[in-house]
Every structure is written in structure tokens, then in C-alpha cells.
């Protein structure tokens, strides 16, 4: 069985940072498609951003320039840079990955929320 923990949410400020990290744990035999999803209260969940095939990054529109999205194989970790934080972020936080043997996999969430 796989699990992915996120970890780095939290409060902070408009205009300031945040790191978000997911860590896949068991017996993996690959990841493939790391990303990020959104969901905002009332709202439907949403791609933030996305590693396709080890090394294409796609992003949401709204977080273009602002987030980065990065990888460390080694360690089956993923990360999110959030930047120039806004209030319209303020949302729960997935990780997802394609994980085999399992397929795609879900983290619990974390919980961002940024005060204007």
C-alpha cells in the first residue's frame, strides 16, 4: 500500500510564501505525473500544477509565475514553492501521483489559508 503525506501548510499573510511537500511511502516501483490539486470551500478541485513524464511542468493559469513545482526522485518527494501568496489561494491542498503498482494516488490534504 502507498501514502502520501503532505506537510507545509498553513497561515500566512498576502504576499508572502509557503512550501508544500508530498512524500510517497511503500513499496513503489515508480512515480510518474506528480502534482498539486486545489480545493477551495463550495468549490470543485482543481490541477495547481503538474510534473508530466519526469520533466514537463504545467500550471494552472492563475498560479503562473508565482508556484513551482519541483521533484527529488531520490527521495520520492515533491514539492510546491508558493509565492506572492494571495487570499483567492486559500484552499486544502492535495498531492496526487501516479504510483505504481497502485495508480493514482491521493494525499490527506493540508490546509492553506491566506489573510488579506
Known amino acids: 500500500q502507498v501514502q502520501l503525506v503532505e506537510s507545509g501548510g498553513g497561515l500566512v499573510q498576502a504576499g508572502g510564501s509557503l512550501r508544500l511537500s508530498c512524500a510517497a511511502s511503500g513499496s513503489i516501483f515508480s512515480i510518474n505525473n506528480m502534482g498539486w490539486y486545489r480545493q477551495a470551500p463550495g468549490k470543485q478541485r482543481e490541477l495547481v500544477a503538474v510534473?508530466?513524464?519526469?520533466?514537463?511542468?504545467n500550471y494552472a493559469d492563475s498560479v503562473k509565475g508565482r508556484f513551482t513545482i519541483s521533484r527529488d526522485n531520490g527521495k520520492n518527494t515533491w514539492y510546491l514553492q508558493m509565492n506572492s501568496l494571495k487570499p483567492e489561494d486559500t484552499a486544502v491542498y492535495y498531492c496526487?501521483?501516479?504510483?505504481?503498482?497502485?495508480?493514482?494516488?491521493w494525499g490527506q490534504g493540508t490546509q492553506v489559508t491566506v489573510s488579506s
Open positions: 510534473i508530466i513524464s519526469g520533466s514537463s511542468k
Open positions: 496526487n501521483a501516479y504510483v505504481r503498482p497502485y495508480g493514482s494516488s
